[in-house]
């Protein structure tokens, strides 16, 4: 199974605006910490504001946050509104048109795999996400020249 890139992005701007610091982020600069394309960001973003998973603030100075704590915010809930509920394959959801649709045992176990999926998911928060590890992701992130200079 693969996520589509809306979901990666998704994920990815929500990681980003976890990590603590004291000014809003930019679309720009989630777009240049991650090396992809702020077109595609600002339609991700702009869904997630809408959603209510991050907040949005205009004006010269504005930028975006999240609007709820990491722990309050469970990657499953982001994850179903990114991909929908929509089956790994059309039967899945007793659509398409495959001759054997009505005995095929496949469905079941498609079925299962994606509700599986969607159960670990559910058991996670984005603080979950966010913990560290052996180099925090800020360094990466927020801060890419100590990254660079580390290494000579």
């Known amino acids: 199974m693969r ?3 809306y979901s990666d992005y998704a994920m990815r701007v929500m990681i980003y605006l976890g990590l603590p610091r004291n000014e809003l982020s930019t679309i720009a600069g989630i777009a240049k910490a991650y090396d992809i394309s702020e077109n595609h960001l600002t339609k991700v973003v702009h869904q997630l504001a809408k959603r209510g998973f991050i907040e949005t603030v205009r004006g010269k100075n504005g930028g ?4 709820r704590r ?3 915010i469970n990657m499953g ?3 179903r509104f990114t991909e929908g509920e929509s089956g790994l394959l059309p039967c ?3 659509q398409g048109s495959c001759c054997i649709g009505g005995v095929c045992n496949l469905i079941d176990v ?3 795999a994606q509700n599986a999926m969607f159960k670990v998911m559910d058991k996670h928060t984005l603080a979950d996400v966010l913990r560290k590890r052996r180099q925090p992701l800020a360094e ?8 660079k ?3 000579g």
Request: a neutral charge; proline letters at 7%.
């Open 3 to 5: 996520l589509t890139t």
């Open 64 to 67: 975006m946050r999240l609007a």
């Open 70 to 72: 990491p722990a309050e």
């Open 77 to 79: 809930e982001v994850l």
């Open 92 to 94: 899945v959801d007793g």
């Open 110 to 112: 498609l079925r299962d």
């Open 140 to 147: 990466i992130l927020i801060h890419p020249h100590a990254k």
């Open 149 to 151: 200079s580390a290494r």
